[in-house]
């Protein structure tokens, strides 16, 4: 395995509340990603970023914010929740862009209520 | 339409077929090829990882990749149970920020 660590692996919560996803990583990697996997859409890239402090909207960003302060870990705070956004949330690291491949931890399962 | 087109399946084979998935794109800027295996409640695993065409192996499997065709192709040659999984194809470009992923072959091969 990679060493990533995605906490909580499982979380149930309801509409409006704050949600805050982490990704922990002990392979010193310069780029993180959070992707989620929605049935009939594969993996959709939330944000990613490219060192400490320095992040990037992906594809399907809107309502997702993201944090990282420490090269090994990397946040994914969903400010209000709402039903559109229960899914399986995967963190992804890689050395570098274009051509390195990504590694994937195995993902917080999110339920919305 | 799609950049990246997999069929979903599912595909139910019995143990020692051979299995073949396949992918279609159409994005003529990806330069490298991927294949993932994921397990059910699993993260996406890395399987095969090629950049020009031709074939790739790695024991029982084959990665095909055809860029005048836009097609890539995964083989598993004397398939078990424990192939059992989703498999994913996925492309990346230079200087991109993100895989494009297809939405995963089910394959379940029956003992």
């Known amino acids: 395995d990679a060493g990533i660590t995605q906490s909580p692996r499982h979380k149930v919560t309801e509409t409006g509340t704050p949600v805050t996803l982490r990704c922990h990583q002990t392979e010193n990697h310069r780029y993180m990603y959070w992707y989620r996997q929605d049935p009939g859409h594969g993996l959709r890239l939330i944000h990613y970023s490219y060192g400490v402090k320095d992040t990037d909207k992906g594809e399907v960003s809107d309502g997702y914010s993201v944090s990282r302060s420490k090269t090994e870990d990397f946040l994914l705070t969903l400010e209000s929740a709402t039903s559109s956004q229960t899914s399986v949330y995967f963190c992804?690291?890689?050395?570098?862009?274009?051509?390195?491949?990504?590694?994937f931890g195995d993902g917080t399962r999110l339920s919305i209520l | 339409q799609k950049e990246v087109e997999q069929d979903p399946g599912p595909l139910s084979v019995p143990e020692g077929a051979i299995v073949s998935l396949n992918c279609t794109y159409s994005n003529s800027a990806f330069q490298y090829f991927m294949w993932y295996r994921q397990y059910s409640r699993k993260g996406p695993e890395l399987l095969m990882y090629t950049y020009s065409s031709g074939n790739k192996e790695d024991g029982r499997f084959t990665a095909q990749v055809d860029k005048s065709s836009k097609y890539i192709s995964l083989f598993i040659r004397d398939s078990q149970p424990s192939d059992s999984a989703t498999y994913l194809c996925a492309f990346d470009q230079t200087r991109a920020n993100n895989l494009f992923f297809g939405t995963g072959t089910r394959l379940t091969v029956i003992p």
């Open positions: 992804a690291i890689s050395r570098g862009q274009g051509g390195q491949p990504q590694h």
